[in-house]
């Protein structure tokens, strides 16, 4: 920001106190927090995952259009309610079945594990998925390639994440 003129040096200056007084950035916010709080946000917090997993049930079964599910170890024979005798139908496999029936479009990126270092099998999972219906696409990630020319590196981001 250059000013060419007084005037312009004055306009910049009054803009920047503006900006300095009146942003909610510059000012204490709750927990000392440079964030104010916000408003109208569709936000849930959760205590534990039986409140967590009876609301992703409820979202999946209302899933009208598509269904993105992105997960390191994703597991067809996942049950989202407990106790599972009271709930055999909120197994993930028959949930994403049903709504693949309904005409959603459902997306799946699975974490491709490294041979010997995990064994969360996404290759059973993309097979037990994709053979539910044509509406359901599993992508394993990453892929050969990948792991060949970048191998230290995934490595090294995967160790850090577990």
Same mark, same amino acid.
């Given at each position: 920001?250059?000013?060419?003129?007084?005037?312009?040096?004055?306009?910049?200056?009054?803009?920047?106190?503006?900006?300095?007084?009146?942003?909610?950035?510059?000012?204490?916010?709750?927990?000392?927090?440079?964030?104010?709080?916000?408003?109208?946000?569709?936000?849930?917090?959760?205590?534990?995952?039986?409140?967590?997993?009876?609301?992703?049930?409820?979202?999946?079964?209302?899933?009208?259009?598509?269904?993105?599910?992105?997960?390191?170890? =994703?597991?067809?024979? +996942?049950?989202?309610?407990?106790? &599972?005798?009271?709930? *055999?139908?909120? @197994? /993930?496999? %028959?949930?994403?079945?049903?709504?693949?029936?309904?005409?959603?479009?459902?997306?799946?990126?699975?974490?491709?594990?490294?041979?010997?270092?995990?064994?969360?099998?996404?290759?059973?999972?993309?097979? =037990?998925?994709?053979? +539910?219906?044509?509406?359901?696409? &599993?992508?394993?990630? *990453?892929?050969? @390639? /990948?792991? %060949?020319?970048?191998?230290?590196?995934?490595?090294?981001?995967?160790?850090?994440?577990?």
């Amino acid at each position: 920001m250059i000013a060419k003129n007084k005037l312009g040096m004055i306009i910049l200056l009054k803009s920047l106190y503006t900006s300095l007084t009146n942003s909610p950035y510059v000012k204490i916010n709750r927990f000392n927090s440079f964030s104010p709080i916000r408003s109208k946000n569709f936000v849930s917090c959760f205590i534990n995952g039986e409140g967590y997993f009876s609301d992703l049930l409820r979202a999946l079964d209302n899933a009208k259009f598509e269904i993105f599910i992105r997960g390191w170890w =994703v597991s067809p024979e +996942l049950y989202l309610r407990r106790p &599972v005798e009271t709930y *055999p139908e909120s @197994r /993930l496999d %028959k949930v994403l079945a049903r709504a693949a029936v309904r005409g959603v479009k459902v997306y799946m990126i699975l974490y491709k594990e490294l041979k010997g270092h995990m064994s969360n099998d996404s290759s059973h999972a993309k097979r =037990v998925f994709e053979g +539910l219906s044509k509406n359901i696409k &599993v992508l394993r990630h *990453p892929g050969k @390639r /990948l792991f %060949k020319k970048y191998l230290n590196t995934i490595y090294g981001v995967t160790m850090r994440k577990v």
